[in-house]
């Protein structure tokens, strides 16, 4: 696609081929008369939030200095290859760029990506720029390596399939940029364990971007620490403040943040336990008195537990009011007496179908399966399995209710320490989803896109001719 002054510009809405970097970087600078004036080195675009970043110019090698060409002195860029601008009259000091520009082949071009629709790492091999309503947009990105010959013997911009930019989250490495870039920030679209799985496979400078945008959400912030193995969490929290690391630890379970402590180095443990709310405290230094390995290590301090007399309707009303437990933990609700022993147990879902003035000790089940505090993880996996249970009590010596394992915490305790370095298979219709947001319309371009209740008890909680000066001209800081 090509249109110069002298000729109208094409309407539009008509749709034009997009054209992709790789068939732009180092090709000669033109102006209208074809005389070179230098070869392209970048091009610059502006994020806009969740919206497709915009061209903003290009930087043009001329005689050793980078120098900055505004998009309205662009009077051609097509497939292949040609840059012309509008006359050869450029300004010479060299280009700096600004707050949130982003040069597409020195930040994106060879760089990862976060593909959002499928969580993980991918190479941008190319992107794609395409021109909407008088304007040039990044529209995708394509993760195809391309084939070794085809630069030699054929068209490098053949063969494209790239994908709406929109289901990328880059990783660009600028600071500046990337306080543009997480306020909508797409991977907080991602489940916390498909955020721990990037990290587990992210560069340090990945690393560091990811947890920088993660950070915008404490709560899930916590939750993917949570995830994380214990090897890497350690690392990433002893390199945070005292202050840093209690912020995240009271977010997390109470016996994920034992763990966590009982893995920083020892000088911090005491302050960082200081520096806890006081019920967080309290509950993760009693966890830190059992073995890691054991009930007592293993269990959650955080269950719904009331009296028998309880109604159903009830129940039904802690469980919603129940918002910080995990969920886990209220596929049942326990009974038990004024001293907090363990009575029976119900599950929710018997809850939901039961008669609302009911009562739990008449739909519960009575002695239920619980284990010691000291009960071995074999032993614990082995009843889970035997019973199909979800949660299991732990009491102590006199019945008292102590805490509850759920079923994940046995299943992250007893696969391979490496179990998050395998490659999961995806699901069956995981092409489906692959082909919605495959490819980008040529010129039109669309986006893929423990509590206690009713006297019951729980668990403790920045000018030049070609040859000839002709004065400078002045960088204009773009529209916002």
């Not at 990290?199 to 620490?225: C, K, N």
């Not at 977010?251 to 336990?273: E, F, K, S, Y």
């Not at 915490?409 to 998050?420: H, K």
């Not at 006297?455 to 403790?460: C, E, F, L, Q």
Request: glycine fraction near 8%.
């Amino acid at each position: 696609m090509t249109f110069s002054p002298s000729a109208p510009r094409p309407a539009a809405h008509l749709e034009r081929a997009p054209v992709h970097l790789s068939s732009l970087v180092k090709r000669p600078v033109v102006d209208r008369g074809d005389r070179s004036l230098g070869r392209l080195s970048d091009v610059i675009v502006r994020l806009r939030g969740a919206d497709y970043p915009v061209v903003t110019g290009l930087v043009v090698g001329v005689g050793g200095r980078e120098l900055f060409v505004p998009v309205e002195q662009v009077a051609a860029l097509d497939a292949e290859g040609l840059v012309e601008l509008e006359s050869a009259r450029l300004d010479l000091r060299p280009f700096e760029r600004r707050e949130g520009e982003v040069l597409l082949r020195a930040d994106v071009l060879g760089h990862r990506l976060i593909d959002v629709g499928e969580a993980r790492l991918v190479r941008a091999q190319d992107v794609e720029l395409a021109e909407r309503d008088g304007q040039w947009l990044l529209s995708g990105v394509d993760t195809h390596r391309p084939h070794r010959l085809l630069g030699i013997f054929g068209d490098r911009s053949a063969g494209h399939a790239c994908r709406d930019w929109k289901a990328f989250e880059p990783l660009i490495g600028h600071s500046r940029s990337a306080l543009v870039r997480r306020p909508t920030a797409r991977i907080r679209r991602l489940r916390p364990a498909e955020i721990a799985d990037l990290l587990e496979d992210a560069s340090r400078d990945e690393e560091r971007e990811i947890l920088g945008d993660v950070r915008q959400d404490p709560e899930l912030e916590a939750d993917v620490f949570e995830e994380l193995e214990e090897d890497r969490a350690s690392r990433l929290l002893n390199a945070r403040t005292d202050e840093e690391i209690a912020a995240v630890l009271a977010r997390m379970r109470a016996d994920d943040a034992a763990d966590a402590i009982d893995d920083l180095r020892q000088g911090r443990r005491r302050t960082v336990l200081e520096l806890l709310p006081a019920g967080q405290r309290a509950k993760v230094l009693t966890l830190m008195g059992f073995n890691p390995d054991s009930a007592g290590g293993l269990m959650g301090m955080d269950f719904l537990a009331l009296p028998p007399d309880t109604p159903a309707s009830e129940a039904e009303a802690a469980v919603r009011r129940a918002s910080r437990l995990q969920p886990e933990a209220l596929t049942s609700v326990y009974t038990v007496d004024e001293d907090g022993r363990l009575l029976g147990w119900v599950r929710l879902v018997t809850i939901l179908q039961s008669d609302p003035a009911v009562r739990l000790g008449e739909v519960s089940e009575a002695d239920p399966v619980r284990v010691g505090p000291d009960t071995d993880l074999v032993d614990v996996a082995l009843l889970m399995a035997d019973y199909n249970l979800i949660t299991l009590p732990v009491v102590d010596d006199e019945g008292v209710l102590l805490g509850v394992i759920t079923v994940d915490d046995v299943l992250e305790a007893t696969l391979p320490e490496d179990w998050r370095r395998r490659e999961v298979a995806p699901p069956p219709d995981a092409h489906r989803s692959a082909e919605a947001g495959s490819t980008t319309g040529v010129g039109g371009i669309t986006g893929v896109g423990g509590i206690t209740e009713a006297g019951g008890t729980t668990g403790v909680d920045g000018t030049a001719d070609a040859g000839s000066a002709t004065g400078l001209e002045e960088r204009e800081e773009p529209s916002p």
